[in-house]
């Protein structure tokens, strides 16, 4: 990323019974390593927090949630709440569960899905490309409503 | 089992306002006929073999006591363990009286300020061997009272290894002050006549830490703790698995205590068995286990925390329990003498943990308030831990194995390194770090996501890679979901 373009800011965190401190540490790192600025909530943060973080920071691109305990249906219980209340307005990736040979029951992502989480990874290598996919998108529906371009 | 109805307590400190006074409690431990921790680590340490003690803890008095007694019948450790349960940690005692009265196995340790200094030192008097307290607690000043009044005389923890691992959002500010009082209390119980072994929390996150790391926040802790009154040190090291590595570890921690401590604190190296991913085949596990009591012996360490062939599975059951005390004081048999470590190399190793470590401490150790200077060191990631679970560091510092599997800096964050350390580091991970990685010290460019984090899953996976448990698993997983989608 060159220094003339805007800086993107992500909200990145763990959902709110997960005290996993690995993998978060190590995409915070990395996604700064590719010039993000991160502002990384760690472990155990409830859906209020990134509630707040949004308020702060209402240029983020992305809210970023992992979770790797099985959680994170019920971590994510108050996010449909905060959506309609225009607290997170900015696109929602949940990924996690590294485990080798996990299965996904599509109907566990449906219902991710139906709380309001915009993007499901199941690699944290989709991460990258996810939040420029996202970004691109959202910066065609604002030229498209002729409304200038969050940055 | 009695049901306790209420704590005695005032201003909503349960468990305190009943206890004796200090010189009372110090009389008691006189009187139990045990000898101090303090006593035990100094009587292994001249007797050249290494002292030996589990990791126990359940919710029930009864229970508790029943624990303890096999465990000295069975295995005869040298010093017994009363793990806390997590509710006392956080000062939820409420919560906790709850759950003993409820359902006293739901607790993950025994919980000493809701039973109350009387049945501590029931549980005391129920063993010959001296207890230690291990626990998590940011602010354990209530704890630690209860525990003086049981007549426990070893206690872990400390400002910072007992934060940072474990809170997210306490500030370093208020642990370091609430161990400071714990601290001037065993200073207190010095003057009395009675030293408390004061153990430090090295292992921290328990995931790859640098063994430099581990020793500066034990030295910053060791010196605040000393200025407080504290007279028995025990420094811990939590094993990386690298026999040279571990070694000089070890063998650094009088080194440092020459350099940093006053000569009247007397301080131990103990090793904490590998405290990160475990194999679950039980002789693999066994394995590792004997090994990382030899890696204890050959270090000089005066005590051995142990681990068990069930710790992949979680908390043991008192079976797995002895037999990973009796395999671990195999290694202090008198045949194992020819079991030697590179000296060349530990001491190569050794010359270059301590500089490292110099690097870390004194720029901390040379401003006038050494507590405020952790706190603002460990804002600006001068003093930093990979991985925590506190938002207090800035956990920018990356470890990774390199090709020998000794723990390295794959980034040194903010650390104040001389180019000469920064340098070896790159050097000893070439080829080791993650593919494309650009990662160089801390000026890298754009880590790939994907490999940065397989990379450092196979360092974390360590021992079940090196048994050859993890091909396996991928295996059976792959087994096992042909067989679901064959159900389906």
Known sequence: MSHSEPRRLVILGVAASDSHAVANHLIAHALRGLGFEVENLG????????????????????????????????????????????????????????????????????????????????????????????????????????????? | MTKISYLPGRSGSPGTDALPPLAESVDYIASLGKPTAARVLTDARDAGRVAIQPRCGVGGHEEMKALLRELEEQAAPDILTLTIDSHTRLKRFEQALRSLNRAPADLNGYPLVSHGYLRGREVNESVTAPLEIRHGSPDARILFDVAVASGITSFEGGGISYNLPYSKAVPLAESLAAWNAVDTVCGELAALGLIVDRELF??????????????????????????????????????????????????????????????????????????????????NAEDLIFYGALVARLGGASKLITKTYQEAFGIPDTRANVEGLRLADRANSPLLGFVKADEERVADELSWIVDEVADIVEPVLAAPDTMTAVVDAFAAGRLDIPFSASRYAKSEIIPKRDAEG???????????????????????????????????????????????????????????????????????????????????
């Not at chain 1, 979770?67 to 929602?92: F, Y």
């Not at chain 2, 996976?461 to 979901?481: D, H, I, S, V, W």
């Open chain 1, 43 to 151: 472990t155990c943060t409830p859906v209020e927090e990134f509630a707040q973080a949004c308020e702060e920071h209402p240029d983020a691109e992305a809210v970023i949630i992992g979770s790797l305990n099985g959680h994170v249906h019920e971590d994510l219980r108050d996010l449909p709440a905060a959506r309609e209340a225009g607290r997170i307005t900015c696109p929602v990736i949940v990924g996690g569960n590294l485990s080798v040979g996990s299965r996904k029951d599509p109907r566990d992502l449906e219902r991710l899905h139906a709380l309001g989480v915009d993007r499901i990874l199941q690699d944290p290598a989709q991460l990258l490309p996810a939040l420029d996919e996202l970004r691109a998108s959202r910066t065609a529906d604002a030229d498209r409503q002729r409304l200038p371009v969050a940055s």
């Open chain 2, 202 to 283: 090295g292992t921290l996150t328990a995931v790859l830490v640098p063994p430099s790391i581990s020793l500066a926040i034990s030295v910053l802790e060791a010196v605040l703790a000393a200025r407080a009154g504290v007279r028995c040190i025990s420094v811990s090291y939590p094993q990386s698995g690298h026999l040279v590595q571990d070694v000089a570890a070890l063998r650094a921690i009088p080194v440092l205590a020459r350099t940093y401590l006053p000569p009247e604190v007397d301080v131990h190296a103990v090793l904490h068995e590998f405290m990160g991913v475990f194999p679950k085949k039980r002789g």
């Open chain 2, 406 to 488: 000794a723990i390295r800096y794959l980034s040194t964050g903010s650390l104040p390194f001389g180019d000469r350390t920064r340098r070896r580091n790159s050097e000893l991970l070439e080829g080791a770090g993650p593919k494309g990685s650009g990662l160089k010290g801390s000026g890298g460019t754009g880590p790939v996501i994907g490999s940065l984090l397989t990379g450092l899953t196979d360092d974390i996976n360590y021992f079940p890679t090196l048994f050859g448990e993890m091909q396996k698993e991928t295996q059976r997983a792959t087994q096992k979901e042909t067989q679901n989608e064959d159900a389906e």
